[in-house]
C-alpha cells in the first residue's frame, strides 16, 4: 500500500533557526513529490518536485528529492514566526495524490 | 484569478443526519478533488473527477458517502446518514490537467462537527 511518512511529527524553534523537514515514500509509479503550507485551513502550495538531485528554491525555503532514497527534504533558513504552520508532503502516483500526516511547525519570537 | 469556492464553511449536525458540501472549482479547471482531513492528520483524497467523470473513488466510503459533478464544473459532497467519526475539515481542490506542474488549489474547507 502506498505510503507517504513525515518526521518529526512537531517540532518548535525559535527565530532565526534553521529547520530540515523530512518526507519519505513509497508508491507505486511515482509522478512527483509536493510540499504545501497549511496555516488554517487550505494548504497552500510550495514546490513540486520530479528529478532527483535538482534542489527547488524559493526565498529561505528550499527543497530536494532523492528517488533513490525514495525521501525528500524540505529546509528553512532564518525561520520566521510566520513559517508557524503544518507542512504537508504529498506524493502522486499514477492516479490519486497522497498526504503524509505533516510536520507542525511552531517558531517562536 | 477567483479561488476554489467552498460552502458552508462550517456546519454542526447530529449523528444520523444528512449533510450536503458544495465547491466550485476555478474556472476552466478539468479536475476536482474531494478531501477528508481529520483533526492531526494529512488529507485523505476522498474522489478524484476529470471532468464529470469519476477517476478514484477507492477511498470513498460509498455505504454513506456521495458525490457528482454532474456538469463537469462545480461538484456537490454528501454524506447520508453521517456519524461521528465524519467530524473533519472537508477540502475541496481543483487542477488543470494543462497546467505545467499539475498544481492543486486548495479551497477554504468546510469544517463539519457530529454530535
Known amino acids: 500500500e502506498d505510503k507517504v511518512v513525515q518526521s518529526p511529527l512537531s517540532l518548535v524553534v525559535h527565530e532565526g533557526d534553521t529547520v530540515t523537514l523530512n518526507c519519505s515514500y513509497e508508491?507505486?509509479?511515482?509522478?512527483?513529490l509536493l510540499w504545501y503550507k497549511q496555516e488554517k485551513k487550505a494548504p497552500t502550495f510550495l514546490f513540486m518536485l520530479?528529478?532527483?538531485?535538482i534542489e527547488k528554491k524559493s526565498g529561505r525555503l528550499s527543497s530536494i528529492l532523492d528517488k533513490k532514497e525514495l525521501f525528500s527534504i524540505l529546509n528553512i533558513t532564518a525561520t520566521q514566526t510566520g513559517d508557524s504552520a503544518i507542512y504537508l508532503c504529498?506524493?502522486?502516483?499514477?492516479?490519486?495524490?497522497?498526504f503524509g500526516a505533516g510536520t507542525r511547525l511552531t517558531v517562536k519570537p | 484569478e477567483a479561488g476554489v469556492a467552498q460552502s458552508p464553511r462550517y456546519k454542526i449536525i447530529e449523528k444520523r443526519q444528512s449533510v450536503a458540501f458544495w465547491c466550485n472549482p476555478i474556472s476552466g479547471h478539468a479536475t476536482l478533488y474531494w478531501y477528508q482531513q481529520i483533526l492531526g492528520q494529512g488529507p485523505k483524497l476522498l474522489i478524484q473527477f476529470q471532468n464529470n467523470g469519476v477517476v478514484d473513488d477507492s477511498q470513498l466510503p460509498k455505504d454513506r458517502f456521495s458525490a457528482e459533478r454532474l456538469k463537469g464544473v462545480d461538484s456537490t459532497l454528501k454524506i447520508q446518514p453521517a456519524k461521528l467519526e465524519d467530524s473533519a475539515v472537508y477540502l475541496c481542490?481543483?487542477?488543470?490537467?494543462?497546467?505545467?506542474?499539475?498544481?492543486?488549489?486548495f479551497g477554504p474547507g468546510t469544517r463539519l462537527t457530529v454530535l
Open positions: 504529498a506524493v502522486k502516483g499514477n492516479n490519486d495524490m497522497r
Open positions: 481542490a481543483s487542477s488543470s490537467t494543462t497546467g505545467r506542474y499539475n498544481e492543486q488549489f
Open positions: 520530479t528529478s532527483s538531485g
Open positions: 508508491v507505486t509509479n511515482f509522478r512527483s
